[in-house]
């Protein structure tokens, strides 16, 4: 247990929905990280909150959003969905905001577009 | 744009027989992170290099940075089915703080 909690775990929606993804950091971590996993790919970066304000970018789409919150849990808000945002999520959370820091990843939160 | 790359892409070996996985940066890195994740699982950190040329050893895991800081290896001796899984290598991202980015990953499957 890595101490990140996702939610949902599952979550099948249709093409043009919306969606919001939790993530809870482990107890004391300030830094909130959101990647994207397709299938037989590796791990898209999309975002990163550091202590509720957004530090750093990766290839979020434009209809993607998140943000961190005052008692430091993070949502991501996926709109007009695709097929192609059919993937898993995950949500990673670190001490600090500075490099070298380890990532403990939560246990992801599966999308399917239909 | 800075690139991890990671080969091979797919290894299946037979249990007991060894494994290499490697990884190359376009740029040089201040570390190197490595991270399994296991069939229907997470990633699971497994190690930070941060020295060139460092090794570490962790029971049949053997973790090298290269010289130069832009490569670097898992090697895992004598593979067993607890093996299987994608190992990923992560470096820092470049102007960015405390963003990594990821290798594509080795799958490893490993035959009984």
């Known amino acids: 247990d890595s101490g990140v909690t996702q939610t949902p775990k599952h979550l099948i929606t249709a093409t043009g929905q919306r969606v919001t993804l939790r993530c809870s950091p482990r107890s004391g971590d300030l830094s909130v990280y959101w990647y994207q996993q397709s299938l037989d790919q590796g791990l898209q970066f999309l975002i990163q909150y550091y202590n509720g304000e957004e530090r750093a970018k990766g290839n979020i789409l434009e209809r993607f959003s998140a943000q961190q919150f005052p008692d430091l849990h993070s949502e991501l808000n996926l709109s007009s969905l695709e097929l192609g945002d059919s993937a898993l999520y995950f949500c990673?959370?670190?001490?600090?905001?500075?490099?070298?820091?380890?990532?403990?990843f939560g246990e992801g939160s599966r999308l399917t577009v239909l | 744009g800075q690139q991890v790359m990671q080969i091979p892409q797919y290894q299946h070996v037979q249990e007991g027989e060894d494994f290499t996985t490697y990884c190359n940066s376009s740029t040089t890195l201040s570390n190197i992170q490595w991270y399994k994740q296991r069939p229907g699982g997470h990633p699971v950190f497994l190690i930070q290099l941060v020295k060139s040329g460092e090794v570490k050893k962790q029971k049949r895991l053997t973790f090298q940075f290269g010289e130069a800081k832009k490569n670097s290896s898992l090697h895992i001796t004598a593979t067993q089915t607890t093996d299987v899984g994608t190992y990923f290598c992560a470096g820092p991202l470049r102007g960015s703080q405390g963003n990594l980015i990821f290798g594509k990953g080795t799958k490893l499957s490993v035959k009984p």
């Open positions: 990673a959370s670190s001490a600090g905001g500075g490099p070298g820091g380890e990532l403990f």
